[in-house]
């Protein structure tokens, strides 16, 4: 009679739940048994009381009692055939896939290896020694009976996947990704492996990889929603990326992609948004962040950004409306005070303007262009001392921003300060060269000083 071994019983327990695998399997009473396996059982049970010592009946019923999960008659019926056979390597390799089961790893290694030693060419006994191995914590062993497997059998997926979740576990990236494509070249519509297969090729910060994947994902459930989520995560990330290389068209591209697989993510819309701006593509903006926040009505940086669009199209007093909501959202949102600034100062409101400059510093001390805007404000209001503070603030924080001492010097030349004012332009020309700004006032500086000193030369005449 043919034999039967239990191949490869333990070989799907890997996956997400691989380190919970391995519970200890509960009898079914025999009411419970499969109605053709207990007619079997029943006729192989008779053949044993004519033939007691017939080693492959024994067997074939110790396998129909494991199907059932009758594993103590299994267990029972095994230890029979060895009775008769101690050297019937198929079934020391199912008594240890028996103990395997009950989670008595040490007796299910022993029985591995001594099936081992009777046929060591066996790939499927390596990789439940491996499992064994794996259950008791054991785990650069249980990597080393994986590796004989696939030596043995190169096609063996379920090996090179166990090897890849156990570098995993040993937090070896590298190992455990090739490990996965290995698996992966053999069963590639195992989600499960893929979706692991994924976030190895993101632990290693392999985007593209990654994307590729959740690609192939879908493209055996087009509606798997983990791996929607999260290609549209990597793609979102990818046009971030791309935009601050500034390659905006490929940004473009990975945002809309990001849409593709969600399309209810604000987050995207927004950062399209941003790159739409930078393009000019004004309009596009401003329906973009209104996508955001038709799906976001609280999203206080869509609308800081539609304010920005608006002030680009020189549609202040919407820009004022959409900033002014941030600040309703979020009263310390540092930008949106600029920007409120920004658009106060356009329209000519130099004191609401200053004011809006005044919150965003409060909350952003050392913002060079918040203070240079408000400096420049005072500059044109008049108020010097307070121009000259944050043109000197600027100078201190960055020495060299040739704008801000060109700022200065004109601060200085207003209050009739020529020397100094001569010496700030020069300090802004010295560090660009090309500043044309800065040039003409030096030199509209110098006639002032000669002219004063020539004024004060008529002065000093006396008559008799």
Do not use: W
Not at 9 to 15: D, H, L, M
Not at 282 to 296: F, G
Not at 313 to 321: F, P, Q, T
Request: with cysteine.
């Amino acid at each position: 009679m043919r034999r039967h071994v239990i191949k490869y019983i333990y070989s799907g327990i890997f996956g997400i739940s691989f380190f919970l695998c391995l519970k200890i399997a509960i009898p079914l009473s025999a009411e419970s048994i499969n109605t053709l396996d207990s007619e079997i059982i029943k006729r192989y049970q008779e053949i044993i009381l004519e033939e007691p010592f017939n080693a492959n009946v024994h067997f074939n019923l110790g396998i129909l009692y494991y199907k059932n999960s009758q594993l103590d008659e299994a267990m029972r019926e095994f230890h029979k055939v060895l009775e008769i056979n101690p050297g019937d390597a198929e079934t020391h390799y199912n008594i240890g896939n028996i103990f395997n089961k009950k989670n008595l790893f040490d007796d299910a290694i022993d029985s591995y290896k001594k099936a081992i030693a009777i046929n060591p060419g066996d790939a499927g006994i390596f990789h439940n020694l491996g499992n064994a191995y794996a259950g008791k914590g054991m785990f650069d062993d249980a990597i080393s009976s994986y590796k004989k497997a696939v030596e043995i059998n190169p096609n063996l997926a379920e090996s090179h996947r166990n090897i890849a979740y156990l570098y995993k576990k040993k937090g070896k990236t590298s190992e455990s990704i090739r490990s996965f494509e290995k698996a992966s070249k053999f069963n590639s519509k195992d989600i499960t492996m893929l979706l692991d297969l994924a976030s190895a090729y993101e632990s290693n910060g392999s985007q593209d990889r990654a994307i590729l994947t959740y690609k192939r994902i879908l493209s055996v459930d087009t509606n798997h929603k983990d791996a929607k989520n999260r290609l549209s995560m990597l793609c979102n990330n990818k046009g971030v990326s791309l935009a601050l290389q500034g390659k905006r068209d490929e940004a473009i591209s990975a945002y809309k992609e990001a849409l593709q697989n969600k399309e209810d993510f604000k987050e995207v819309y927004n950062n399209l948004g941003a790159v739409y701006v930078d393009k000019d593509m004004v309009d596009d903006a401003i329906a973009t962040y209104k996508k955001a926040i038709e799906i976001s009505p609280n999203f206080g940086e869509a609308y800081n950004n539609l304010g920005v669009a608006f002030t680009k199209k020189k549609n202040y007093d919407e820009a004022i409306s959409a900033f002014k909501k941030t600040l309703s959202l979020n009263k310390n949102h540092a930008g949106a005070h600029f920007n409120l600034g920004v658009v106060y100062s356009e329209k000519g409101m130099t004191s609401e303007a200053i004011d809006e400059y005044n919150e965003a510093l409060r909350l952003t001390p050392n913002d060079l262009s918040a203070l240079y805007n408000r400096g420049v404000l005072c500059i044109q209001s008049g108020k010097f001392p307070g121009a000259t503070a944050d043109m000197k603030k600027i100078i201190e924080i960055n020495p060299k921003l040739s704008a801000a001492h060109h700022k200065l010097g004109d601060v200085y030349q207003k209050q009739g300060h020529f020397d100094d004012a001569i010496a700030e332009y020069k300090q802004a020309l010295e560090i660009s060269p090309d500043l044309k700004e800065a040039l003409i006032s030096l030199e509209d500086t110098y006639r002032l000083k000669e002219k004063k000193t020539k004024n004060q030369g008529v002065r000093g005449i006396r008559k008799r």
